[in-house]
């Protein structure tokens, strides 16, 4: 089945020309995927092998031969920075995958059905709110112990309700509008409905939200690997690299600023092609602004 936009349509070649004279869009693409390439290149290499100890290294600063300068194993920090960042995004990616794909269901069948079927998924979503990411994280290691992919699931179920919140808000908006009631007079259903004419108006929203739970997504992991319950060593993760430097801050500050610094960089590239999203897609948010 293919979906309909009732919005004004734009050719892709008009999006392209707002999209590149958009600083926003612009700026934050361009971070965004360098980061991504450095995530990608770190497959197949990196400086140094991140995970071989050389005591002898140990807390170097930059250098010519360390950029980014040595850890407490003598580490690479630059490498370690490298397939810490595959790690972020693959952990924050599939999270919000997981959060799309069962939270924007749930919003639109909420908004479609109403009565106790909204009554009940809202209140089901205020329960998941309830738990943070961390204290999920701290449930499921708990009980499966510490790793990526419970960090994964904690994450993901936290980005449930917020999807499900914007998905139903979202179609609320378009349920008057004169066109749904046209193709409810001509007999289609509300599921039909729903795919036709609603997802395809909030397909903005939703990717301005996933933009903005991917950031989050890369602070909460950052977050749970700081406190042990994420990405697991010897695979490098941002958050333990700054767990590993808070006792070194004086000694070796380069152990914590660069992986800081990562983390910054990656979530303001997310957060500008969020805003910038938002001006090419929607005219309305162009207007406000």
Same mark, same amino acid.
């Given at each position: 089945?293919?979906?309909?936009?009732?919005?004004?349509?734009?050719?892709?070649?008009? @999006?392209?020309?707002?999209?590149?004279?958009?600083?926003?869009?612009?700026?934050?693409?361009?971070? &965004?995927?360098?980061?991504?390439?450095?995530? @990608?290149?770190?497959?197949?290499?990196?400086?140094?092998?991140?995970?071989?100890?050389?005591?002898?290294?140990?807390?170097?600063?930059?250098?010519?031969?360390?950029?980014?300068? &040595?850890?407490?194993?003598?580490?690479?920090?630059?490498?370690?920075?490298?397939?810490?960042?595959?790690?972020? @995004?693959?952990?924050?990616?599939?999270?919000?995958?997981?959060?799309?794909?069962?939270?924007?269901?749930?919003?639109?069948?909420?908004?479609?059905?109403?009565?106790?079927?909204?009554?009940?998924?809202?209140?089901?979503?205020?329960?998941?709110f309830a738990f943070p990411a961390l204290l999920s994280a701290i449930m499921i290691t708990a009980i499966f112990g510490p790793?990526?992919?419970?960090?994964?699931?904690?994450?993901?179920?936290?980005?449930? %309700?917020?999807?499900?919140?914007?998905?139903?808000?979202?179609?609320?908006?378009?349920?008057?509008?004169?066109?749904?009631?046209?193709?409810?007079?001509?007999?289609?259903?509300?599921?039909?409905?729903?795919?036709?004419?609603?997802? %395809?108006n909030i397909v903005t929203l939703l990717l301005v939200q996933g933009t903005i739970q991917f950031a989050l997504g890369i602070?909460?992991?950052?977050?749970?690997?700081?406190?042990?319950?994420?990405?697991?060593?010897?695979? %490098?993760?941002?958050?333990?690299?700054?767990?590993?430097?808070?006792?070194?801050?004086?000694?070796?500050?380069?152990?914590?600023?660069? %992986?800081?610094?990562?983390?910054?960089?990656?979530?303001?590239?997310?957060?500008?092609?969020?805003?910038?999203?938002?001006? @090419?897609?929607?005219?309305?948010?162009?207007?406000?602004?």
């Open positions: 089945m293919t979906l309909r936009f009732d919005i004004p349509e734009e050719n892709f070649a008009d @999006i392209l020309v707002k999209a590149f004279t958009n600083r926003s869009f612009l700026a934050g693409f361009v971070i &965004t995927a360098l980061v991504a390439a450095v995530a @990608i290149v770190s497959f197949f290499w990196t400086p140094f092998d991140v995970t071989k100890l050389i005591i002898a290294d140990k807390t170097q600063a930059p250098s010519p031969a360390h950029w980014f300068g &040595t850890d407490h194993f003598g580490r690479d920090i630059l490498s370690m920075i490298m397939v810490g960042a595959r790690n972020s @995004i693959a952990v924050a990616l599939v999270a919000v995958g997981i959060g799309m794909g069962i939270g924007v269901p749930l919003g639109a069948f909420a908004a479609a059905r109403g009565g106790i079927a909204d009554e009940a998924v809202m209140r089901l979503n205020d329960l998941v790793g990526a992919l419970n960090a994964i699931i904690a994450i993901g179920i936290f980005n449930i %309700p917020v999807f499900a919140r914007v998905a139903r808000a979202g179609a609320l908006a378009i349920w008057p509008r004169d066109f749904i009631l046209a193709a409810r007079a001509a007999g289609k259903g509300k599921t039909l409905i729903t795919l036709e004419h609603v997802l %395809p602070l909460a992991e950052a977050g749970l690997s700081y406190v042990g319950l994420g990405t697991q060593p010897p695979m %490098p993760s941002w958050g333990r690299m700054l767990f590993d430097a808070q006792t070194r801050m004086v000694a070796a500050p380069w152990m914590a600023i660069f %992986p800081g610094m990562a983390i910054v960089v990656t979530v303001l590239g997310l957060n500008l092609l969020g805003d910038g999203i938002a001006d @090419i897609l929607d005219p309305r948010s162009r207007r406000q602004r």
